[in-house]
């Protein structure tokens, strides 16, 4: 993995991930476990960390913020980095620190060999990789932030909605033959009654964590006794 500044401080970006660590440890230490859960207890709000424009953070940095909300109390979800904050007519509070994210980036390497027709489909293929970069900067919570309006109300999730719906999931899903039963706050197979529990569909702040999480759950349906097939010797 190499870095967009490449040609710059190595050892700063080792502390870079040094403090990633570090944050991580921090919490747990403070019973904060790094991890959020695809679904709301309360359906009408989403909590996936989000930019200044309303962009969902993805990967690591999900756990990142959103562990870094947790910890320091902050009421939104909402994240600028110093550009974003001052493209809103706000700054960032004086003594406020900012939480690391990281930027990956993929890079297609051209042949070394572009435009030589003395170079083969099989040295092409050879040299033309792909690769990725990353970066790193800081965002502040709009909680740290002055000058900046109101933060915006949460996008509701209606409920009877079929946006989480997708044919072949639903296929595969239902397919299985596992009994699904939906409307708890929790997400768990029951090997007694033999049947799968899981959040109402809208509940889920995205598709993705909503057919996930079933799925999940359906991994260890499949490990029940009576579905798994033992070869004689």
Known sequence: ??????????????????????????????????????????????????????????????????????????????????????EAGGHIRKGEKGTPVVLFRPVDKKPSGHGDPDLNENNAKEVSRRSW???????????????VDAAPAPVP?????????HAHSDELALGSGAEIRYGVNRAYYAPGPDHIRLPLPQQFMDIDGFHATRFHELVHWTGQVSRILFSQP
């Open 1 to 86: 993995m190499k870095s967009l500044n490449s040609g710059s401080r190595a050892a700063h970006r080792r502390d870079f991930f040094a403090e990633v660590t570090d944050k991580i440890l921090r919490a747990l230490e403070k019973g904060c476990v790094p991890w959020i859960k695809p679904w709301t207890d309360n359906p009408a709000i989403r909590e996936i960390p989000i930019n200044a424009h309303g962009r969902q953070y993805r990967g690591i940095n999900r756990v990142l913020l959103g562990m870094e909300q947790s910890v320091m109390g902050y009421a939104t979800q909402q994240w600028f980095s110093r550009r974003m904050a001052n």
């Open 133 to 147: 970069v990353y970066r790193f900067y800081y965002v502040w919570n709009r909680d740290q932030l002055e000058g």
């Open 157 to 165: 999730i209606v409920r009877g909605s079929t946006a989480h719906r």
